[in-house]
């Protein structure tokens, strides 16, 4: 199972003219629709005097989530070009938005279709690529002389405590990568005196 997946950090911003067309670009790291839509709507109220706003977006480890938009252009002749950016990065978790400010001289569906690739290129190349994991956090649950066990319990597995609760007794929680989470459950429920939360 594959629980790594390349994104972007933060956002970026890309820039390309062609025949006095200016196309602007940003690229943003996403994780829903929602996330989308907002962005979506923030670049058009900055921009409410341009003429095209295409998109594309691809979210989830495998890239289950996607959809590129022309926004008035002739079909497929911007979202996709930008879905491509995207998947040639090999990214995930990423929307690129590119902004149209027509130059008064038509580009052709050739033209269009470099314009919106190299504009996503130009944001998706300022970005700082990041690898992510994704994980489940897992628990465990002991009594106190018990507790350094379950501290090395997730030492010796490379894991680090993200939260712990010391009271009567005590809980400790790491983030596990979701490939190693079934084995990991396995062998705290095997370990003697230590429970799984």
Same mark, same amino acid.
């Given at each position: ?35 989308v ?48 950016q ?14 149209r ?10 033209? %269009?279709?470099?314009?919106? *690739?190299?504009? $996503?290129?130009e944001? /998706?190349?300022? !970005?700082?690529? =990041? #690898? ?33 609760? %010391?009271?009567?007794?005590? *809980?400790?929680? $790491?983030?596990?990568? /979701?490939?190693? !989470?079934?084995? =990991? #459950? ?12």
């Open positions: 199972m594959n629980d790594t997946y390349k994104t972007i950090a933060g956002s970026s911003e890309g820039f390309y003219k062609e025949k006095g067309s200016k196309f602007i670009s940003y690229a943003f790291p996403v994780n829903s629709e929602e996330n839509k907002q962005h979506l709507d923030d670049l058009k109220k900055q921009y409410h005097d341009a003429r095209h706003h295409c998109y594309a977006y691809l979210i989830g480890v495998n890239g289950e989530i996607f959809r590129s938009n022309d926004d008035g252009e002739p079909n497929h002749s911007a979202g996709d070009p930008i879905l491509g995207i998947k040639s990065f090999e990214l995930s978790g990423v929307l690129v938005v590119v902004i400010y027509f130059g008064g001289t038509k580009l052709g569906v050739g033209g %269009l279709i470099n314009a919106y *690739k190299t504009a $996503a290129q944001a /998706l190349n300022n !970005a700082t690529i =990041i #690898k992510k994991t994704l994980t489940e956090r897992i628990g465990i649950h002991c009594e106190y002389p018990m507790l350094n066990d379950a501290i090395r319990f997730f030492k010796d597995k490379n894991l680090e405590i993200v939260n712990q609760e %010391l009271m009567i007794d005590c *809980k400790l929680w $790491a983030d596990v990568p /979701l490939s190693d !989470a079934p084995q =990991i #459950k396995e062998d705290i429920k095997n370990y003697h005196k230590l429970k799984l939360i």
